[in-house]
């Protein structure tokens, strides 16, 4: 394999793997205190829609413009759709929110049952968001590693608290603290799955300008997960500061970073 595909498969698998420190998060962390979920959410949501549109689209488009000076924009724009309605697509086909009465009728089925039920849904449901997020991870470190590991960073803090929501209906409906974190490591590992299918498509299939449209299709999926998904939960866990709060030190803190990596 080449060497400098490695630390990026390295990246994108310790950020998969931040689902199971969420679970572990489960047995220490009271329920109810959510102000610091809400902070971290928003602020890797706020990481997430800077580097998109501040690095990740200006990327794509100087890849493009060595092959498409005239068009090159459009296709970072057409890109960027793409990723959106792929993101979309996979929200519709497979909701975050699942009506507990779809899985078993309220008569025969036990409150653990239905609560065990859910969390291994919300298992499955992770696993498929996260795929696109490690091929997005993959694909970003490939071209500029600092860039990658900020993207990285982001996608590890949001998986923390994906991680608590897997297990903690299966802990609760269980007792059982390992099959929790088992749930948490499946829900995680398809991130590194995502980069190493990620890797395959580079390295025979992707001709070089069709990565510059992949990299704005990583952008949509990104930003579309951070409105999508990310506000509204942190929203929902804080008040409107907690959320603010976290989206403007995310921004500021990747804003920072990247300077700081520019000087060096």
Same mark, same amino acid.
């Given at each position: 394999?080449?060497?400098?595909?490695?630390?990026?498969?390295?990246?994108?698998?310790?950020?998969?793997?931040?689902?199971?420190? %969420?679970?572990?998060?489960?047995?220490?962390?009271?329920?109810?205190?959510?102000?610091?979920?809400?902070?971290?959410? *928003?602020?890797?949501?706020?990481? #997430?829609?800077?580097? !998109?549109?501040?690095?990740?689209?200006?990327? @794509?488009?100087?890849?493009?413009?060595?092959?498409?000076?005239?068009?090159?924009?459009?296709?970072?724009?057409?890109?960027? *759709?793409?990723?959106?309605?792929?993101?979309?697509?996979?929200?519709?086909?497979?909701?975050?929110?699942?009506?507990?009465?779809? $899985?078993?009728?309220?008569?025969?089925?036990?409150?653990?049952?239905?609560?065990?039920?859910?969390?291994?849904?919300?298992?499955?449901?992770? !696993?498929?968001?996260?795929?696109?997020? *490690? #091929?997005?991870?993959?694909?970003?470190?490939?071209?500029? /590693?600092?860039?990658?590991? !900020?993207?990285?960073?982001?996608?590890?803090?949001?998986?923390?608290?994906?991680?608590?929501?897997?297990?903690?209906? +299966?802990?609760?409906?269980?007792?059982?603290? *390992? /099959?929790?974190?088992?749930?948490? $490591?499946?829900? %995680?590992?398809?991130?590194?799955?995502?980069?190493?299918?990620?890797?395959?498509?580079?390295?025979?299939?992707?001709?070089?300008?069709? +990565?510059?449209? /992949?990299?704005?299709?990583?952008? %949509?999926? #990104?930003?579309?997960? @951070?409105?999508?998904?990310?506000?509204?939960?942190?929203?929902?866990?804080?008040?409107?500061?907690? !959320?603010?709060?976290?989206?403007?030190?995310?921004?500021?803190?990747?804003?920072?970073?990247? /300077?700081?990596?520019?000087?060096?």
């Amino acid at each position: 394999m080449d060497v400098s595909y490695k630390i990026p498969l390295l990246m994108t698998l310790l950020a998969g793997l931040s689902t199971v420190l %969420g679970g572990f998060l489960t047995f220490f962390i009271k329920r109810t205190n959510l102000k610091a979920l809400s902070v971290g959410l *928003g602020f890797s949501a706020g990481v #997430m829609i800077f580097l !998109s549109f501040t690095e990740i689209l200006k990327t @794509s488009n100087e890849m493009l413009y060595a092959f498409f000076p005239v068009h090159s924009r459009w296709l970072v724009f057409l890109g960027f *759709g793409l990723g959106v309605f792929v993101a979309f697509l996979i929200d519709y086909f497979l909701p975050e929110h699942i009506e507990e009465d779809l $899985f078993c009728d309220q008569e025969k089925c036990t409150r653990q049952h239905k609560i065990r039920r859910a969390g291994i849904l919300t298992a499955i449901a992770i !696993s498929v968001h996260n795929f696109p997020e *490690g #091929m997005a991870t993959f694909f970003v470190s490939t071209q500029n /590693l600092a860039l990658g590991a !900020s993207v990285a960073l982001a996608i590890a803090i949001h998986n923390i608290p994906e991680g608590i929501a897997v297990a903690l209906p +299966i802990y609760h409906a269980t007792g059982k603290k *390992g /099959l929790a974190i088992w749930y948490t $490591f499946l829900s %995680g590992i398809s991130e590194p799955i995502g980069a190493i299918i990620g890797l395959i498509a580079l390295h025979y299939f992707l001709p070089q300008a069709a +990565i510059g449209i /992949l990299f704005a299709g990583v952008a %949509g999926i #990104m930003v579309y997960i @951070s409105f999508d998904t990310l506000l509204p939960l942190s929203r929902e866990y804080g008040d409107g500061h907690y !959320s603010v709060f976290g989206i403007m030190s995310g921004i500021f803190f990747i804003w920072v970073s990247l /300077l700081l990596m520019n000087q060096t």
